[in-house]
């Protein structure tokens, strides 16, 4: 019998791989979810941290992906439960050290996305300087909406961006406020790590993010994009 590998070699079934739905058809499957921890100022005035600090990066496990618009089930081992709408950047193209003049060259496309987070879990973190894996890497976290491709939209620099809870308005900011765009956030992260097509960068919250309880409907949009919409439950 021939030694190709097969799905009995496995001891256990593949899992699924993570895909999220691209506008007009055909599926974006996810490598892996970058995020950045501060790229607006007032979000990062709102938490009491030096707006001149460079950014960080973060991640989340890929299966974290939420599409569809399905619901997020409240997770466990928290009471503060936090939502921050982002621009995603889908990676298109491999790359490592990439230059900022080439960085664009690099993106599939953009969506919405919902970087949620524990924050009282975050906040113990923060104080006894351990990860933020737990706060923000939990299951269901990164509820996406559609990928719209770089060639239909183009490279959006600006653009509202929003996120209401019931339909009353919680968050809201501009792309053109963040303190690193796209290019700057591609090029300074893939100087830690190589890009590849699959990877998905969460690309930090505008201020106005907020506690969220079961039953809560969440939209986000982002003008010349999309949205993207959850309920928790
Ligand atoms: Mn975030």
Do not use: Q, S
């Given at each position: 019998m021939p030694r190709n590998s097969s799905v009995d070699d496995f001891l256990f079934a593949l899992p699924s791989p993570v895909t999220v739905p691209i506008a007009r058809g055909g599926l974006f499957a996810v490598?892996?979810?970058y995020c950045v921890g501060r790229?607006?100022?007032e979000h990062i005035r709102e938490m009491g941290n030096d707006e001149r600090e460079p950014p960080f990066f973060f991640g989340k496990p890929a299966d974290a992906v939420l599409v569809g618009g399905a619901p997020?089930?409240?997770p466990p081992q928290t009471a503060d439960l936090h939502h921050e709408v982002e621009l995603v950047v889908?990676?298109?193209k491999n790359g490592a050290d990439i230059a900022p003049e080439d960085a664009l060259g690099h993106v599939?496309?953009?969506a919405v996305g919902l970087d949620m987070t524990r924050r009282d879990l975050q906040a113990t973190a923060?104080?006894?300087g351990r990860?933020?894996?737990m706060a923000k890497g939990f299951d269901h976290s990164a509820p996406i909406g559609l990928i719209e491709p770089a060639s239909q939209i183009g490279h959006p620099e600006r653009g509202e961006i929003t996120l209401s809870v019931n339909g009353a308005e919680r968050q809201r900011g501009d792309l053109a406020d963040q303190i690193w765009n796209v290019s700057e956030t591609i090029a300074h992260l893939s100087r830690f790590v190589a890009l590849k097509a699959g990877d998905l960068i969460m690309?930090?919250?505008p201020a106005g993010v907020s506690a969220v309880v079961r039953g809560d409907v969440l939209e986000g949009t982002i003008a010349g994009i999309g949205s993207v919409r959850t309920t928790i439950v």
């Open positions: 490598r892996r979810i790229n607006y100022a997020m089930p409240y889908a990676i298109g599939y496309g953009y923060k104080k006894t990860p933020w894996e690309t930090g919250t």
